[in-house]
């Protein structure tokens, strides 16, 4: 019997993601994967998995799952104020279930998408090399669909031995997702911006509007102006920034098409995509330029934070 | 191997800080498009690339930090772009029946000012070519189309094109693989599936394949 946790309520959108499938996009199939690596990283080391297990994508709100075996578990990324039986439990923490525990979550506090890790890591549906769910392909993880209430849970292989409860990511390492800084180099059409719309890219705030999703986030901010030719389309990446006619940028996330001909204008680095995928519609950001040099610290400094859990004490 | 003597104008730039945009040139032109596709090949054999994958005239390179800078990739994509790209293997031919009955059949007609008949004549003539495989699961970029054909997109476009739908637009050709919103005007469909969930790779067509479409009736 591998089911592991029952779904009583299934929460707004909670779907099955793990690293994502990299070699589908030169089929046009975005590469989803987890918003926020770093919160699903985390939550799968807290409990013993590999980075690659698959984790549940809670968005602004967590489901009610119950426990059918002894189970250990992670809640990372942002805070839906997690509780078992009742009572609040740690984030960043791993937490044990016995069999009939409820997981519940009491309602959004900071962020906007949390992820809950399983140790044995969550099984589905494997498409193109993923576990991820792509709900517009309906493939992947549960039946590529959000979960419901009464969907079982699978875990997909053996928990790591010994399973350890208690380990905990520092709090100075656990991101801030109050500050709404996120970090961009320039990118391939930089130059097409005039220069007051280059100065605003990276000084002005913008606005996540209604229209974002894991696919991206359009923004509302002042008018960027471009010039230059039509350009032939070319393959894109999470976190360009695409500029289209209207003027008003498109920041691009793990569902992200594969291919477009708008100006990139800039691209968020690897480091801020978690900040980014914690955004909210309605939140205001502003992009911060960074040098590589700058963008390879900050990444060195989440792998550390990451090595830290692995290396973390056990009280 | 010694350079080619039109050493392309690369140039590099970066897409975030795990990938960078390698541009060949910036024409609609088959040549350049091979060697985009070529690029791509050989720089997926390698250890610190994740994926790379072929623009019109572009290569995006999606690669691993840790183990290569942008710089030191940058320098080794310029050294693989001067020399000479094995001989391109032909594409995969598909034949793709269309019937010709698309909402802006018409409307192009009048635009170019020619009667539809030859608006479909002149589609179902040439053998295009597969540019580029993206921007939704199984489409595809095809081209070059007939100058005689080409016309601006739609000012105002569709919230939702039906699935299999043949469409132009500028010197480019195409057909929906999924029900999507699109600004280019319909002149036919097809019931060929062009995204194939079930199949790896998910896409009928590749890019570099050639694409020759042939009336059919309704």
């Given amino acids: 019997m591998n089911h592991v946790l029952r779904v009583e309520e299934p929460g707004l959108s909670t779907t099955v993601q793990d690293l994502g499938r990299p070699n589908a996009i030169s089929s046009g199939v975005p590469p989803g994967g987890a918003m926020d690596r770093f919160a699903h990283c985390a939550a799968n080391l807290l409990v013993g998995n590999g980075q690659a297990a698959a984790t549940l994508e809670c968005t602004l709100s967590g489901p009610h799952l119950v426990a059918e075996q002894p189970c250990l578990v992670a809640i990372t990324g942002a805070d839906f104020d997690p509780h078992v039986n009742g009572k609040p439990v740690s984030g960043w923490t791993g937490v044990f279930l016995g069999r009939g525990d409820r997981l519940t979550f009491a309602g959004r506090r900071a962020g906007a998408r949390a992820y809950v890790a399983v140790a044995g890591g969550i099984d589905g549906a494997v498409w193109l090399g993923s576990l991820s769910t792509n709900l517009m392909a309906a493939r992947g993880g549960l039946d590529g669909r959000a979960l419901r209430a009464g969907d079982v849970i699978d875990i997909a292989g053996e928990p790591a031995k010994p399973t350890i409860s208690g380990r905990r990511m520092p709090e100075h390492l656990q991101p801030n997702y109050i500050d709404h800084t996120v970090h961009a180099i320039g990118g391939p059409h930089f130059r097409r911006l005039d220069p007051e719309s280059r100065r605003l890219l990276f000084d002005a705030e913008f606005t996540v509007t209604k229209d974002s999703d894991r696919m991206g986030y359009r923004l509302d901010g002042p008018r960027l102006e471009t010039s230059g030719d039509e350009l032939l389309s070319f393959g894109l990446a999470a976190g360009a920034i695409q500029l289209p006619g209207g003027g008003q940028p498109i920041l691009l996330m793990a569902d992200h098409q594969t291919a477009g001909g708008y100006p990139v204008v800039a691209g968020v680095v690897s480091a801020s995509l978690p900040i980014a995928a914690q955004l909210l519609p309605g939140d205001k950001l502003r992009f911060a330029e960074v040098t590589p040099e700058r963008a390879r610290l900050m990444r060195m400094a989440l792998t550390s934070a990451l090595d830290s859990v692995r290396r973390a004490p056990v009280r | ?218």
């Fill in chain 2, 1 to 218: 191997m010694p350079p080619l003597r039109s050493t392309p104008r690369l140039r590099i730039h970066p897409l975030g800080d795990t990938a960078l945009l390698a541009e060949l040139g910036t024409r609609l032109d088959t040549a350049l498009n091979t060697r985009a596709i070529a690029l791509a090949t050989v720089l997926k054999k390698r250890r610190e690339v994740r994926q790379a994958v072929a623009g019109y005239a572009s290569v995006t390179v999606h690669f691993e930090p840790d183990l290569i800078t942008q710089e030191a990739l940058g320098a080794a994509i310029k050294r693989l772009a001067g020399k000479r790209p094995p001989m391109p293997e032909p594409g995969r031919l598909h034949r793709i029946p269309v019937t010709y009955d698309g909402p802006d059949l018409e409307a192009v007609g009048s635009a170019l000012n020619l009667p539809a008949e030859k608006v479909v004549e002149i589609h179902s003539r040439p053998i295009y070519r597969v540019f580029l495989v993206g921007f939704v699961p199984g489409w595809a970029y095809l081209g070059p189309l007939p100058e005689e054909l080409e016309l601006p997109r739609r000012h105002v476009p569709r919230t939702l094109v039906p699935a299999g739908s043949v469409a132009i637009a500028g010197r480019q050709t195409g057909i929906y693989p999924l029900p999507t919103p699109g600004g280019w005007h319909l002149i036919g469909r097809t019931s060929v599936k062009l995204f194939l969930p079930d199949s790896d790779p998910p896409c009928l067509f590749r890019a570099g394949d050639r694409v020759k479409f042939f009336p059919t009736k309704a």
